[in-house]
């Protein structure tokens, strides 16, 4: 699911994957974001060759701070909101769903013990009083 902003309605803030068991590749980030995330399903042995990557001109500009969530195990409640901080959805997300976080606010919430989350963003980190600004 995509969510866009109220305030600027082209501008894609967030997106919200609910894990499906049956897909093959899946681009979750449009190609001009910096945070670029896919889901992709291998039926069976593969190797990826050896490679590395180059960097790209539009790195040396000033890199927004896009993050993302992946949950493992438990439960947990995202509420994302719109660049004014308004509410824009609030989604549940069970195992092998997908948060990102291109613009707006977002916050997390923890729903059972024991939950394990994989989180991405872009880098440099340089703390919370640095990166984040709380609401």
């Known amino acids: ?3 866009y902003s109220k305030i600027k309605k082209k501008k ?3 997106v919200f994957f609910k894990f499906k068991k049956n897909i093959s590749r899946i681009n979750l980030s449009p190609d001009n974001e910096f945070l670029q995330a896919s889901i992709i399903r291998f039926e069976s042995k593969r190797i990826i060759s050896s490679h590395y990557h ?3 001109k539009v790195l040396k500009k000033k890199r927004p701070i896009q993050e993302s969530w992946i949950l493992i195990k438990g439960k947990a409640k ?3 909101f719109d660049i004014n901080k308004k509410k ?3 989604c549940l997300m069970k195992p ?3 948060s990102i976080s291109f613009g707006g606010g977002h916050k997390l919430e923890i729903m059972s013990s024991n939950t394990i989350i ?3 963003k872009t880098g440099p980190y340089e703390g919370s009083k640095e990166d984040l600004n709380y609401f």
């Open 78 to 80: 995202i509420t994302f």
């Open 54 to 56: 180059l960097n790209h």
């Open 96 to 98: 092998g769903d997908v």
């Open 1 to 3: 699911m995509n969510i």
């Open 118 to 120: 994989y989180e991405y």
């Open 12 to 14: 894609l803030l967030h």
């Open 88 to 90: 824009l959805k609030i």
